[in-house]
């Protein structure tokens, strides 16, 4: 879904700016594209108060998760009350991205990145610890996008661009080494 927004979002900066004002144009796109540098400090803490008590309430599901992972009939079997608790998760889910994007903008890729980077480097599947490694390398390649823009782009570049030129390149990685498979 994100790779089909950010499709439809890239469409239609492409069209505005055909219709626009180049100098219009500049100041417009420097707002569309994701910016950890433009961050509002209220906005910060409002939706830091929001996400960390958000993050507490879902790391209580961590085990359940490892049982929904089984499938809907096991997940049962195991005692999970799987409506609710699908529910629940996609709440809390839409919560996080909702505070995260309103933070800092849409970024395309981040999430195929850090998810398959983290069952790359673990190669578990209990959810604990993929949500602990999901979060550091999220952080290390957010971190290190920033670093690229300012010292080595001379912040001629958004980080978003960054991000989804290596989740554009991983992806497309990950398609091929499928490809292969067969």
Do not use: C
């Not at 626009?20 to 144009?25: C, H, L, M, R, V």
């Amino acid at each position: 879904m994100g790779i089909v927004m950010g499709t439809l979002f890239g469409s239609l900066t492409t069209f505005l700016q055909v219709l626009i004002d180049p100098n219009e144009y500049a100041g417009l796109q420097s707002r569309l594209f994701a910016s950890v540098s433009r961050v509002n400090a209220d906005l910060l803490l409002l939706g830091g108060g929001l996400m960390i008590p958000t993050m507490l309430y879902g790391l209580r599901y961590v085990r359940t998760l490892d049982a929904i992972a089984l499938g809907r009939d096991h997940a049962i079997n195991l005692g999970v009350d799987y409506g609710p608790v699908l529910r629940r998760m996609l709440i809390i889910v839409a919560v996080l991205m909702a505070a995260a994007t309103a933070l800092v903008g849409p970024i395309t890729f981040l999430g195929l990145l850090v998810a398959n980077i983290s069952y790359h480097l673990l190669d578990t599947y209990r959810r604990g610890p993929l949500i602990a490694a999901a979060v550091a390398v999220g952080v290390v390649f957010l971190v290190g996008a920033q670093l690229i823009m300012e010292r080595v782009l001379a912040y001629s570049t958004p980080v978003s661009v960054i991000v989804n030129f290596v989740g554009g390149m991983y992806f497309l990685y990950l398609v091929l080494k499928e490809r292969t498979a067969w």
